[in-house]
């Protein structure tokens, strides 16, 4: 009887938990975010880093801290919100006041600006090598593999004095990545004079050391508070090199709900919400006093890569025929409710001076076509594998049954894996999976870079952890090294044949069906101006400002 | 003189009882606790032939309400709500009663093993007290930490789900079988049972296990109820069946987030439906195993 009434209790519990769970909306009143001047960032926990050359983390979070680059892209006014986007056909002075190209396009010069450190110390030549050298040094570093072939050695730096010295490329055609790449997240530029004062026998570069001690560069903001997994504040530098940021001071807070997030921003009490769902998005465009970051054409793909070294995928044609099976109209406008967009099958980007997209297949969903190359390929249908996708991101699955769905018709039986996060990435990596759902986005925008970076081999000529679809293709290979040899500035007419050479082979192989452009999933409060779009798909708060 | 006495030669029978509708109404109001995890056990077995929609395929636009041709909403994929709540009564009956039976089943044999031979001296005994060790460790450890090492190893199906919480939920059976087994075996009936010639495992099959059991059995509506509760954790926490396979806690998993910002019917029917069925199975398991006093 005893045990009869406890579950009776308990069942009444849960009832009048999830009862007031569903129906609490936002409250009516306006929250105190941003008090006195204070932007507050609601963000799921990424398991946020300071250190640097650590393996992935640390990139992002650190753009306005650490992240001074040597040049940066410009920003132009979208003319929507008061959002900034980058220009990434371009560049400006930022830590290196100006520079000049040889006239053989393979060396370049750099004078650096009068900018003092976080810690107080001055700019120097010996800042910018050590930068390097520790990239090259530390054993978790990725940029060696992320700057590949563009930057591989010290011996490419050389220091003519304090405020000035050069870089030399193997070959004019990697100089417009090379800007591409030292204007981004693997190229920030580190205190050398404080981190050397910290390095020990067990951490020679000072990584470890970072991951306690995040302000050890040129950035608009420094860490004043920052506690694991709950909340991290940024205070404006006023020492920074263009001037001090307008908003004094950031808070992020970490709140895992996706649902609590949109909540916290409706109501006021979070001017920034950060990875909101894009049903959540959708719901705020109906919502006064928020707006939403919109790029204007966002580098993030939903894509599907088709690994090449094992069935049923190690066949081009069946390749094709799943680039035929897939609902794209269904993806785009049931999971990301009009948040995302397919110009075409494509994957560089079209607005780019020069662009050529001609040759290009044009993937529709079309279960009859998909079919006909199945035949072709001679497989017997229905054609099973399994589509692999990580329990961290639910618009995943969301599309993976979507796949799984519309697929049928065109002869694929696709049982979904959902797998843990770990899983899933070490899956990527080592190429395990048959098919998988991911999001992602390149960060330097450069043709040479955004070809190679998911289709990069060893220098065995096995496929690269990042080769998301274990894709080798002489042909391809072939043209993305000519165009690299013969093109030096890629926003030209003659480049865009180059690339679109490589591209076509890409493309129409589908090793990765791309299927679509997926808008940035932040949104803020309209009081906020300059919040920009970057490729890095972070905030650049030195451009922001309040009411 | 002589008297005689003469008796009719009317049998001696009891009399016959009157089977009245109110004895028939008592009786089916004794059994009432067992009614709702009939019905539970109905819908799990007819379930996915009866709904109107595939619980698995995309159904219509996502995240709309219950209403119209979707009872009970759909969800932000667009599959049927109710249609995936009635099918996943399937999925998580079946398991929850594959884990209570092979759990309770487990639970005895171990519990009887242990409970006769502990205290010997000898390989039995031996074999006796290194099973209670490792029931301590199994139960040191929460059942959540070791149903995820084992689907992490094993993969996630029906199969291993099950496997994995029996492996869970077997030791608390077993130790309860244990503590009356050490009760039992000093009671007279078993002195008079071993007086009579009877030993080893004929005492134990005839004498010890009919009334060292029943905690057991009486238990196993709770650890049926604990099976679908930790089979919905699971998925709550992403290593569940395989997507979009129904299942209540999946459901509820992907439905909490919709939930906090007012689309509550993809989280708040599964969430009742997996009430009902824990409350209704734990209820009929009182119903049916209670002993009788005396």
């Known amino acids: 009887m005893f045990a009869k009434r406890v579950l009776i209790a308990a069942a009444v519990a849960a009832m009048s938990t999830a009862v007031i769970s569903a129906c609490s909306g936002s409250s009516s009143s306006k929250g105190s975010a941003g008090s006195g001047g204070a932007v507050v960032v609601v963000t799921p926990d990424t398991s946020w880093t300071w250190a640097l050359d650590n393996g992935f983390g640390g990139l992002e979070p650190s753009m306005n801290v650490v992240g001074a680059t040597l040049i940066r892209n410009p920003y132009k006014d979208t003319g929507t919100n008061g959002v900034l986007a980058q220009n990434v056909s371009d560049y400006e002075p930022y830590l290196a006041k100006s520079w000049e190209v040889s006239a053989d396009n393979k060396t370049v010069t750099f004078h650096l600006a009068d900018a003092v450190s976080q810690q107080g110390n001055p700019l120097t030549s010996d800042d910018v090598i050590w930068s390097w050298e520790r990239r090259f040094g530390a054993p978790t570093s990725i940029s060696p593999s992320i700057q590949n072939p563009q930057i591989t050695s010290l011996d490419q730096f050389k220091k003519i004095d304090d405020k000035t010295f050069t870089v030399t490329l193997d070959q004019p055609g990697h100089l417009s990545t090379f800007f591409g790449l030292i204007a981004n997240v693997t190229a920030y530029i580190y205190d050398s004079k404080y981190l050397k004062a910290h390095v020990t026998s067990d951490d020679p570069y000072a990584v470890k050391f970072t991951t306690t001690n995040p302000n050890y560069g040129f950035g608009p903001y420094t860490v004043t508070n920052f506690q694991p997994g709950v909340t991290a504040t940024l205070t404006a530098n006023d020492k920074f090199v263009l001037g001090a940021p307008k908003i004094k001071t950031i808070i992020y807070k970490i709140v895992p709900d996706e649902g609590t997030r949109l909540n916290l921003l409706k109501s006021g009490d979070a001017d920034v919400a950060l990875n909101l769902s894009p049903s959540d998005m959708a719901s705020l465009k109906t919502t006064d006093g928020t707006a939403l970051l919109t790029a204007p054409d966002p580098n993030s793909y939903i894509m599907m890569p088709l690994l090449g070294n094992k069935a049923p995928f190690d066949k081009t044609l069946v390749r094709q025929a799943m680039a035929y099976a897939v609902p794209y109209d269904q993806i785009i406008n049931d999971v990301f409710h009009g948040q995302a967009f397919r110009k075409s099958s494509a994957f560089l980007r079209s607005d780019a001076p020069g662009y050529d997209g001609s040759g290009f297949t044009d993937f529709k969903y079309d279960p009859a076509k998909a079919k006909e190359l199945l035949a072709q390929a001679g497989v017997s249908l229905p054609v099973k594998f399994a589509l692999h996708v990580s329990a961290a991101e639910p618009d995943m699955q969301e599309a993976a049954v979507q796949i799984q769905s519309f697929a049928k018709d065109a002869g694929f039986d696709i049982t979904i894996e959902q797998v843990p996060a770990s899983a899933f990435g070490e899956g990527r990596t080592n190429h395990t999976f048959q098919a998988f759902l991911l999001l992602d986005y390149s960060i330097t925008l450069t043709p040479s870079y955004e070809l190679n970076v998911y289709t990069a081999l060893n220098p065995d000529g096995s496929p690269a952890g990042n080769n998301l679809g274990a894709w080798v293709n002489k042909d391809f290979v072939a043209a993305k090294a000519k165009a690299d040899s013969t093109v030096t500035d890629p926003y030209t007419p003659e480049a865009g044949k180059a690339w679109n050479a490589a591209e076509r082979i890409f493309i129409n192989e589908a090793p990765i069906v791309m299927i679509a452009q997926i808008q940035p999933t932040t949104a803020f409060r309209s009081d906020l101006k300059g919040i920009t779009w970057r490729s890095d798909q972070w905030i650049d708060w030195g451009q922001a400002s309040k009411g | ?294």
Do not use: C
């Open chain 2, 1 to 294: 003189m002589t008297a005689t006495i003469s008796m009719s030669k009317e049998k001696l029978t009891a009399p016959k009882r009157k089977v009245s509708l109110r004895r028939i109404l008592a009786t089916a109001w004794s059994w009432a606790p067992v009614y709702p995890v009939a019905v539970v056990f109905l819908i799990a077995v007819i379930g996915p032939w009866i709904v109107p929609l595939s619980p698995i395929d995309v159904a219509g636009p996502t995240n709309q309400s219950p209403g119209g041709a979707f009872h009970f909403g759909t969800d932000s994929t667009g599959l049927d709500v109710f249609s995936r709540t009635i099918a996943a009564a399937r999925n998580d009956i079946l398991i929850a009663t594959l884990t209570s039976a092979i759990a309770t089943t487990a639970g005895i044999l171990l519990g009887l093993l242990i409970g006769m031979n502990e205290s010997r001296r000898g390989l039995l005994g031996w074999v006796a007290r290194f099973l209670v060790r490792v029931l301590d460790l199994l139960q040191a450890v929460p059942a959540v930490v070791i149903a995820l090492a084992l689907v992490a190893v094993v993969g996630t199906s029906v199969i291993s789900l099950t496997v994995a919480m029996a492996i869970i939920l077997t030791p608390n059976q077993a130790r309860m079988v244990r503590t009356e087994v050490l009760k039992v075996r000093t009671d007279a009936y078993i002195d008079a049972a071993r007086m009579a010639g009877e030993r080893g495992f004929a005492l134990t099959l005839r004498h010890v296990l009919p009334n060292a059991s029943w905690p057991a059995l009486e238990n196993a509506s709770l650890v049926f109820g604990a099976a679908i509760l930790i089979t919905a954790t699971l998925g709550f926490l992403g290593v569940g069946l395989h997507p979009p396979t129904p299942e209540w806690g999946s459901m509820i998993s992907t439905g909490a987030s919709d939930a906090a910002v007012g689309r509550w019917w993809s989280f708040v029917f599964p969430a009742i439906a997996l009430v009902i069925a824990v409350a209704s199975f734990a209820m009929a398991g009182q119903r049916l195993f209670k002993r009788r006093a005396g």
